[in-house]
């Protein structure tokens, strides 16, 4: 297959990179110059919403505060802004999707992801009672709707390849963000950009009984559908110091929305006060399986091989166009209990 040995390069350098982090000590909560508290600029990929709860829970429990960061969290105009307004120098972190970080970085960008907010991917082949679409198999003239993404279309082709469906047997058609709109309204048989948490969680409270296939078991390699980043010129000593505060105090508040979903759901509603609580306890209590890593892998753990793996789907895809780049596009350096002394290995 084209572009395996490239692949093959990419992941030896992304596990040297890995494994060459350099020894540090965990920063002390609260280590600021002086006790104040330094800045931190994170800007969102959409509005508030249960894809957050970890973020607001961290920020309402005082968890930044005793890391020593105050920490402003914006949200964008649009969700393809994040990543222009980091290399602009305008955020210090954003959140951002793993196909839009590798795409960004296949146009000579420095971004880099250095830990994952949403463990799995949330996209999904998504259809409502009536449709007639229950399988992939179903598809066959039938109209899907996606929000116009270039690597979306990918995923529809890849997921018909696979079901062995004709492609020309299936319309595709730009809905925009109204995917719930166009499902009801009959415009689209299904949609393919829709979240299982969100737009799933929505259909199944409005009696919708949709049908919800996951990404990761119609042929597509898995992805981690958001992630932090920032920019590799950004990471001095100073700023790497902020940014594992930043994430040891968000995986704090990632594990207290886990163990208790209702932490989440306040901490949103007191950002957000026009979201539905019934609905954001729905949602808030289907994202928390996917926050955290299996196993004992800290917050934000990113698997190479998985990166791997999606990256050579985008270059057999032709979404990307470049050779992949000698600087790794993700570390786990900055996570908790990463890249330190008493954790190297």
Request: charged letters at 20%.
């Given at each position: 297959?084209?572009?395996?040995?490239?692949?093959?390069?990419?992941?030896?350098?992304?596990?040297?990179?890995?494994?060459?982090?350099?020894?540090k000590d965990e920063p002390a909560p609260?280590?600021?110059?002086?006790?104040?508290?330094?800045?931190?600029?994170?800007?969102?990929?959409?509005?508030?919403?249960?894809?957050?709860?970890?973020?607001?829970?961290?920020?309402?429990?005082g968890e930044y505060e005793k890391a020593g960061l105050d920490v402003r969290i914006v949200t964008?105009?649009?969700?393809?802004?994040?990543?222009?307004?980091?290399?602009?120098?305008r955020a210090d972190?954003?959140?951002?999707?793993?196909?839009?970080?590798?795409?960004?970085?296949?146009?000579?960008?420095?971004?880099?992801?250095?830990?994952?907010?949403?463990?799995?991917?949330?996209?999904?082949?998504?259809?409502?009672k009536g449709s007639g679409v229950r399988t992939v198999k179903d598809l066959r003239g039938k109209r899907v709707g996606t929000s116009g993404l270039p690597y979306q279309s990918a995923y529809l082709k890849t997921?018909?390849?696979?079901?062995?469906?004709?492609?020309?047997?299936v319309r595709e058609t730009n809905v925009g963000f109204g995917l719930v709109s166009a499902m009801v309204s009959r415009k689209v048989d299904a949609t393919l950009a829709a979240f299982w948490n969100i737009e799933g969680v929505e259909l199944k409270r409005r009696k919708k009984s949709p049908t919800i296939q996951r990404m990761e078991t119609l042929g597509v390699p898995t992805y981690q559908e958001l992630v932090f980043a920032t920019r590799r010129s950004s990471l001095d000593a100073e700023f790497s110091s902020r940014l594992r505060r930043f994430l040891n105090a968000t995986?704090?508040?990632?594990?207290?929305?886990?163990?208790?979903?209702?932490?989440?759901?306040?901490?949103?509603?007191a950002a957000e006060p026009g979201l539905d609580r019934a609905?954001?306890?729905?949602?808030?209590?289907?994202?928390k399986a996917v926050m955290l890593p299996a196993g004992t892998r800290p917050f934000g753990w990113q698997d190479i091989d998985e990166w791997g793996a999606y990256t050579r789907w985008m270059l057999d895809n032709k979404l990307l166009k470049r050779r992949p780049s000698a600087a790794p596009p993700l570390t786990n350096e900055f996570l908790p209990g990463e890249g330190l002394q008493k954790a190297s290995r």
């Open positions: 297959m084209p572009h395996r040995k490239l692949i093959a390069l990419l992941a030896l350098v992304l596990a040297a990179a890995l494994a060459a982090c350099g020894e609260g280590a600021a110059a002086g006790g104040a508290r330094e800045r931190l600029t994170l800007m969102l990929d959409w509005t508030p919403n249960p894809d957050h709860a970890a973020i607001y829970a961290a920020q309402q429990r964008p105009s649009d969700a393809s802004a994040p990543l222009r307004i980091l290399q602009g120098g972190v954003v959140v951002s999707y793993e196909p839009d970080v590798l795409l960004a970085r296949d146009k000579g960008s420095d971004v880099v992801s250095v830990g994952a907010l949403i463990q799995k991917p949330l996209v999904s082949l998504m259809s409502i997921i018909l390849r696979e079901a062995r469906v004709p492609e020309r047997s995986a704090l508040g990632a594990r207290a929305v886990v163990k208790d979903p209702k932490v989440g759901v306040d901490a949103l509603l609905t954001t306890t729905a949602m808030v209590d289907a994202t």
